[in-house]
């Protein structure tokens, strides 16, 4: 297993029974916390082409979807009753959509909207918490 930067691009080869695999990760340089996860990735890609089985796709999950797991997750949490008020509110203002499909201009919404229902912005803070914790 080899992980190179080609550029600003980061790449990654693997050498299975004599043959070699190429592939590009779409990972920049600076966004490092991503390469784990994409390296998983890519070698469940190329172990299921090598093999010759089908490799397990990962399916986006909506906001909606997700917030059950959320709650198992974090059951022994002590203010998991404060995030079962708050992810209600955060899912109505931002909108009920695939995880991976939320950015900035989002959360400035959140932010501007929870901010001019006077509240205050240590109050806004903790919506982001639990945002940080929920991603």
């Known amino acids: 297993m080899t992980v190179y930067a080609r550029g600003r691009w980061y790449h990654y080869q693997k050498i299975i029974g004599g043959i070699k695999y190429r592939r590009a990760l779409n990972v920049q340089k600076g966004?490092?916390?991503?390469?784990?996860?994409?390296?998983?990735?890519?070698?469940?890609?190329?172990?299921?082409?090598?093999?010759?089985?089908?490799?397990?796709?990962?399916?986006?999950?909506k906001l909606s979807e997700f917030t059950p797991v959320y709650y198992e997750r974090k059951a022994s949490k002590k203010s998991l009753d404060r995030d079962r008020q708050r992810l209600?509110?955060?899912q109505t203002t931002i909108g009920d959509r695939f995880l991976?499909?939320?950015?900035?201009?989002?959360?400035?919404?959140?932010?501007?909207a929870l901010l001019e229902k006077?509240?205050?912005?240590?109050?806004?803070?903790?919506?982001?918490?639990l945002l940080r914790g929920l991603f």
């Open 31 to 61: 966004q490092e916390s991503r390469l784990k996860a994409r390296i998983e990735q890519v070698e469940d890609e190329i172990y299921a082409s090598h093999y010759n089985v089908p490799a397990e796709r990962r399916r986006p999950i």
């Open 88 to 90: 209600p509110v955060i």
């Open 100 to 112: 991976s499909a939320y950015g900035p201009a989002h959360f400035q919404r959140l932010e501007s």
């Open 118 to 129: 006077k509240l205050s912005p240590a109050t806004v803070n903790r919506y982001f918490q």
